[in-house]
């Protein structure tokens, strides 16, 4: 009798041709074992196939698995203040109320104590045991004018016109929904069981409507403020308005900061904002719209063309003299950044002529003839903005990136992430409003609630929002 083949020798000459329809009826006949056998093979080829190409089933499609990504780079300083600087900590607390503590017994042995007079002081702060809403009626006597012929009435200051809820909680929930990016739903839930006092998701809406109307007025002086400005950042994100397609806008500096939520990414949104001329310096990344506006002076970010080179020897084309131009536009622009850090230890004449040959050395660098194709690419970029590139050198207080922009209009992406933007018009105009007043606020360092609900007293006692504090236009200048 001839020696039975095992069942490797026959699925093996199977496979020789790919597995289809024919070698899968073919190995079911052979009975349950053989096909136990192909499917154990199978899976097993598969593992070392997605061993070998990186992947993994646990990770999704075109990611890297976890345990294959390389470890993160060590920290190359301790974190904190350097060594000399003032710290920073909590302030002092008021003290508001006093408590004596005595031990009555040793807490050890329960013996009897001596008493010394060597008390410690401990503060602790706390909120208060029970957080209850304050409702206040407001008894309105009604009068006669003879004078004007009509009746009239004194004006409670304490809410805006036909409202129940007052301003401190109004601007309050404004001040979690829009500046510190807290959901409605969340809102809603926290005063409802913290507070004891009762909000609807709908209401609290129509609340930030009335303020946000009054407050306009802050929001153009704020506008204002930053078109007369002498250094500007500008950047723009996506935003979703009644589920379609919107941008939200930044204009910011260390002084104020505008919002604009507007269908378009184009030029006609920043046309509308500077309306004229902008006689400052204008810090942006290359989007092509700020190019439509007419300034003394730009400075494009050097932070993204540093990102572009990254990204250009990570995920294109490296052939050729790619690493050369690479490595030489990098060696530029940090000899450029390291120039300015040391402005004010060198003598001017040292600093205009470092200054000089690093302008030489770039129209060098953009005057040669690449041959790499991403290179020739940047090449393109480096001609149109030769001018806007090396700004900072020539100005105080010109960044040579646009990164206080970045983390200004970081606020407004945790929004959108967290509350999926806005349903409405009148939705989008209260949320750059109020964006906008919060903002600027905070950087003058001001306490934006209190601010805000003395304005709106104010407001109704004389029929008239009073000016934004100073203290914002003359940082802004």
């Given at each position: 009798?001839?020696?039975?083949?095992?069942?490797?020798?026959?699925?093996?000459?199977?496979?020789?041709?790919?597995?289809?329809?024919?070698?899968a009826r073919s190995l079911y006949a052979q009975g349950e074992e053989v096909a136990i056998f192909v499917m154990m093979q199978l899976a097993t080829s598969a593992k070392k196939t997605n061993d070998i190409n990186g992947v993994h089933p646990s990770a999704p499609s075109a990611s890297v698995p976890v345990f294959?990504?390389?470890?993160?780079?060590?920290?190359?300083?301790?974190?904190?203040?350097?060594?000399?600087?003032?710290?920073?900590?909590?302030?002092?607390?008021?003290?508001?109320?006093?408590?004596?503590?005595?031990?009555?017994?040793?807490?050890?042995?329960?013996?009897?104590?001596?008493?010394?007079?060597?008390?410690?002081?401990?503060?602790?702060?706390?909120?208060?045991?029970?957080?209850?809403?304050?409702?206040?009626?407001?008894?309105?006597?009604?009068?006669?004018?003879?004078?004007?012929?009509?009746?009239?009435?004194?004006?409670?200051?304490?809410?805006?016109?036909?409202?129940?809820?007052?301003?401190?909680?109004?601007?309050?929930?404004?001040?979690?929904?829009?500046?510190?990016?807290?959901?409605?739903?969340?809102?809603?839930?926290?005063?409802?069981?913290?507070?004891?006092?009762?909000?609807?998701?709908?209401?609290?809406?129509?609340?930030?409507?009335?303020?946000?109307?009054?407050?306009?007025?802050?929001?153009?002086?704020?506008?204002?403020?930053?078109?007369?400005?002498?250094?500007?950042?500008?950047?723009?994100?996506?935003?979703?308005?009644?589920?379609?397609?919107?941008?939200?806008?930044?204009?910011?500096?260390?002084?104020?900061?505008?919002?604009?939520?507007?269908?378009?990414?184009?030029?006609?949104?920043?046309?509308?904002?500077?309306?004229?001329?902008?006689?400052?310096?204008?810090?942006?990344?290359?989007?092509?719209?700020?190019?439509?506006?007419?300034?003394?002076?730009?400075?494009?970010?050097?932070?993204?063309?540093?990102?572009?080179?990254?990204?250009?020897?990570?995920?294109?084309?490296?052939?050729?003299?790619?690493?050369?131009?690479?490595?030489?536009?990098?060696?530029?622009?940090?000899?450029?950044?390291?120039?300015?850090?040391?402005?004010?230890?060198?003598?001017?004449?040292?600093?205009?002529?470092?200054?000089?040959?690093?302008?030489?050395?770039?129209?060098?660098?953009?005057?040669?003839?690449?041959?790499?194709?991403?290179?020739?690419?940047?090449?393109?970029?480096?001609?149109?903005?030769?001018?806007?590139?090396?700004?900072?050198?020539?100005?105080?207080?010109?960044?040579?990136?646009?990164?206080?922009?970045?983390?200004?209009?970081?606020?407004?992406?945790?929004?959108?992430?967290?509350?999926?933007?806005?349903?409405?018009?009148?939705?989008?105009?209260?949320?750059?409003?109020?964006?906008?007043?919060?903002?600027?606020?905070?950087?003058?360092?001001?306490?934006?609630?209190?601010?805000?609900?003395?304005?709106?007293?104010?407001?109704?006692?004389?029929?008239?929002?009073?000016n934004l504090p100073i203290k914002c236009l003359q940082t802004a200048e």
């Open positions: 009798m001839p020696p039975k083949r095992t069942p490797e020798l026959d699925i093996r000459a199977l496979l020789e041709n790919g597995f289809n329809e024919e070698t294959q990504k390389e470890s993160g780079k060590k920290r190359k300083k301790q974190p904190g203040a350097k060594p000399g600087h003032p710290g920073s900590r909590r302030p002092p607390p008021v003290i508001t109320h006093r408590q004596d503590h005595r031990a009555t017994k040793c807490p050890g042995c329960g013996g009897k104590l001596h008493r010394r007079n060597q008390p410690r002081p401990r503060l602790v702060e706390d909120i208060p045991k029970d957080i209850t809403p304050e409702v206040t009626e407001h008894t309105i006597h009604r009068d006669y004018c003879p004078h004007c012929r009509k009746i009239v009435e004194p004006v409670v200051p304490d809410a805006l016109a036909n409202a129940t809820i007052g301003h401190r909680t109004v601007v309050l929930t404004a001040f979690l929904h829009y500046f510190v990016g807290v959901t409605i739903s969340q809102i809603v839930e926290i005063f409802n069981t913290q507070f004891q006092f009762k909000l609807t998701p709908g209401g609290l809406v129509h609340l930030w409507h009335n303020p946000a109307s009054l407050l306009v007025f802050w929001y153009e002086q704020i506008g204002n403020a930053a078109r007369n400005s002498t250094v500007l950042h500008a950047d723009e994100t996506g935003w979703r308005g009644n589920g379609k397609t919107h941008w939200l806008w930044c204009f910011t500096n260390t002084g104020v900061t505008y919002y604009v939520i507007d269908r378009s990414r184009a030029s006609p949104v920043v046309k509308r904002f500077f309306k004229q001329v902008f006689k400052g310096v204008l810090v942006t990344d290359f989007w092509g719209a700020y190019n439509a506006i007419v300034c003394a002076a730009r400075q494009k970010c050097l932070a993204h063309l540093l990102g572009d080179l990254k990204k250009g020897g990570k995920y294109k084309d490296t052939s050729g003299d790619w690493t050369t131009f690479s490595k030489r536009l990098k060696r530029i622009v940090r000899d450029a950044m390291r120039l300015r850090g040391r402005r004010d230890s060198i003598p001017a004449s040292e600093y205009e002529c470092f200054r000089n040959r690093i302008e030489k050395r770039l129209t060098r660098h953009w005057k040669t003839e690449w041959k790499n194709t991403e290179a020739r690419r940047l090449v393109k970029r480096l001609k149109r903005h030769r001018k806007e590139l090396l700004t900072f050198l020539y100005y105080d207080g010109v960044p040579c990136d646009n990164n206080h922009a970045e983390r200004t209009i970081r606020n407004g992406v945790v929004m959108r992430k967290n509350s999926y933007c806005n349903r409405s018009v009148d939705g989008a105009t209260t949320q750059a409003v109020l964006m906008s007043v919060f903002a600027t606020l905070k950087q003058c360092g001001f306490h934006g609630t209190t601010i805000i609900v003395e304005a709106l007293r104010e407001c109704l006692l004389t029929k008239k929002l009073p």
